[in-house]
Structure formats: structure tokens, C-alpha cells
């Protein structure tokens, strides 16, 4: 059955760094998403991605935060200078069509320290 | 806005009970209702959902939900819980609109005892 992945299961950074998480979505899925939990918190929409542009963000991607698809498989999502609020279980998630459910990777946990 | 309570943070039945985990939502118009569930160390797998139709929706591993308007509720039931059922449940709602994102509960974690 075709899953999503992403790179790395587990990523530690010094605040201040720049980190890439890595997603590869369902091959034919068409509509992509980042979400965010923080520990002990309720996991968190962050911004979806449709047709090579953000369709929706919420008010946490701010301009920290970018997404890009930078082939035809692979979606990321980059934080440009992290901070420790940011450390959190990162999940990529894919859809088929905007009202189909969402498919989810097994996430990244991101360390800032 | 859109949100959902899942009331209980626990919930423990014994193996071959019937299993139910609430949930209520809250959103603007007609809600699209979907259950997540997680076990350790990997992503949340999709469930079921609810769209439109038939109130009673059936997904996998014999889980069921059924979709009450007036209560505003989507409670999900597993009419004889397995042991391997333990996990953690969340439930989640968007908007029947052209509205992207998923809100979800806080999650429920359900203990089956042999």
C-alpha cells in the first residue's frame, strides 16, 4: 500500500540554524500538507500546497517557514532560522483532491536546542 | 472557526467489549468528519470519514462512526475491541467548503485489556 515518507525520523538543531524536513507524498496525490504537534498539544495545521503554490496557511507559517516541491516527487518544508517554540513531531500529510482524507507520514521530530 | 472536543483522555475496556471514543465538532456549515488513529512511533492512519449520506459510515479494522447533526457529534464504536486496538484516537473536522486544513481533537488513548 502506498504511504508517505519523510527524512529525517529525528532532526536536533542549535536555535538560530536552518533546517529542511523532507516529505515524499502518495504518487498520485495532488494536494499536499504540513501539520505540527508540539509535545503534550493537539496537532496543528500549518499550510497546505496545491498546483506548485500555497492554497492556505495558518497564522503559525509565518515567514519563518517555506514549502517547495522542488521535483516531481519531494515536498519540504523549510524553517529558516529556528527557534525553540519550533521543536515539535512535524507531519507531512497528501490527498488525492482537496475533499478526499489526507494520508500522513510517520512525522519528524525536530530538537531545537 | 472550527474545533473539536474529544471528552475523554482515556478510556480502558476490556477485550471483546464493545469500544466507543467521543467526539464533538464544532464548524461553519456542514462539517466533513474524519478518525485518525496512531500507534507509538508512527503516523496517524486514516480511519474513516464521514462526507455525506448514510448517518453510519464503516471503515477499517471493523471501526465504525455514525454522524449525529443535532448533537454535533461523530462518535467512533467497535462493536468487539481487540487488544491490538490500543492506540491513540483523534478525531478531526474541516469546513464542506474549499477549505484545506484539518482541525483536530486532542486525542483520546484507548487501552484494551486482555
Known amino acids: 500500500e502506498p504511504e508517505v515518507t519523510q527524512t529525517p525520523s529525528h532532526q536536533v538543531t542549535q536555535m538560530g540554524q536552518e533546517v529542511i524536513l523532507r516529505c515524499v507524498p502518495i504518487s498520485n496525490h495532488l494536494y499536499f500538507y504540513w501539520y505540527r504537534q508540539i509535545l503534550g498539544q493537539k496537532v496543528e495545521f500549518l499550510v497546505s500546497?496545491?498546483?506548485?503554490?500555497?492554497?492556505?496557511k495558518s497564522e503559525i507559517f509565518d515567514d519563518q517557514f517555506s514549502v517547495e516541491r522542488p521535483d516531481g516527487s519531494n515536498f519540504t518544508l523549510k524553517i529558516r532560522s529556528t527557534k525553540l517554540e519550533d521543536s515539535a513531531m512535524y507531519f507531512c500529510?497528501?490527498?488525492?483532491?482537496?475533499?478526499?482524507?489526507?494520508?500522513f507520514g510517520p512525522g519528524t521530530r525536530l530538537t531545537v536546542t | 472557526a472550527q474545533s473539536v472536543a474529544q471528552p475523554e483522555d482515556q478510556v480502558n475496556v476490556a477485550e471483546g467489549n464493545p469500544l466507543t471514543v467521543k467526539c464533538t465538532y464544532s464548524?461553519?456549515?456542514?462539517?466533513?468528519l474524519f478518525w485518525y488513529v496512531q500507534y507509538p512511533n508512527r503516523g496517524l492512519q486514516f480511519l474513516l470519514k464521514?462526507?455525506?449520506?448514510?448517518?453510519l459510515v464503516k471503515g477499517s479494522y471493523g471501526f465504525e462512526a455514525e454522524f449525529n447533526k443535532s448533537q454535533t457529534s461523530f462518535h467512533l464504536k467497535k462493536p468487539s475491541a481487540l487488544v491490538s486496538d490500543s492506540a491513540l484516537y483523534f478525531c478531526?473536522?474541516?469546513?464542506?467548503?474549499?477549505?484545506?486544513?484539518?482541525?483536530f481533537g486532542a486525542g483520546t488513548t484507548v487501552t484494551v485489556r486482555a
Open positions: 500546497f496545491y498546483n506548485n503554490e500555497i492554497s492556505e
Open positions: 464521514y462526507i455525506t449520506g448514510d448517518n
Open positions: 464548524v461553519s456549515g456542514n462539517p466533513y
Open positions: 500529510a497528501s490527498s488525492e483532491n482537496w475533499d478526499y482524507e489526507q494520508y
Open positions: 478531526a473536522v474541516r469546513a464542506f467548503s474549499n477549505d484545506y486544513k484539518l482541525s
